[in-house]
Structure formats: C-alpha cells, structure tokens
C-alpha cells in the first residue's frame, strides 16, 4: 500500500511539473546581442541561439519553428518565432537542447 501511495504521489508531482513547464513563453525583445554569452552562437541560415542568466535567447532573420527540451528529452517549449529576437527565461538552470527543423543545439544556462 505504501509502495502504492508513492508512486501515485510521484506521478503526480512529475504531472505538475509538466504543467508549469507548459506555461513558460517566448518573448520577442528590441534587445541587441551585445557582448559574449557563455555559450558560442550556432550560425545556421542566419539564425543565432544564446544562452545565458537563465534565459535561452534566438536571433533569426525568418520565421522559424523552434522546439526545447530539457537534456531528459521532456519538452519545456515548443513556438514558432517570427523574425527578430526572441527570449525563453527558464526557471532553472541547466543543459537545454534548441531544436530548429533538424539542427539541434545544446545551451548551457
């Protein structure tokens, strides 16, 4: 029973995870990328990603279809950005992988 009671508390838990996840959004921002990030930019078609101060940040000329996961494969966001810059702040840090139709990049945050 008590084995029972935990994997039920377990699941749910991880379901309320998934739903605030859900909730983080893209934001699209004026801001120039000045200065370095801790992670190199991915130049791919024009289309930059950074990653810095908890917050995954795209440069991109066109409008693109943009997936992240958290390095377990669980899907934080999925968006499509239109031309310009746009800013995903995450509540925790850690290894992100941006996938952009199929290139996919690692950000460290």
Do not use: C
């Not at 101060?53 to 795209?58: D, M, Q």
């Not at 943009?66 to 999925?78: D, E, H, K, N």
Request: hydrophobic share 40%; glycine share 10%; net charge positive.
């Amino acid at each position: 029973m008590r084995r029972l009671l935990a994997i039920l508390t377990l699941v749910f838990v991880l379901g309320l995870g998934n739903t605030a996840l859900a909730e983080i959004q893209w934001h699209e921002t004026n801001r120039e990328m000045t200065g370095k990030s801790l992670n190199d930019p991915l130049t791919s078609d024009g289309v930059k990603i950074y990653g810095s101060n908890g917050t995954i940040t795209i440069v991109t000329p066109k409008r693109i279809t943009v997936r992240v996961y958290t390095i377990l494969g669980q899907v934080v966001s999925r968006a499509t950005l239109q031309p310009g810059t746009s800013e995903l702040r995450l509540g925790s840090r850690g290894i992100y992988l941006v996938r952009i139709g199929s290139l996919t990049q690692k950000v460290a945050i």
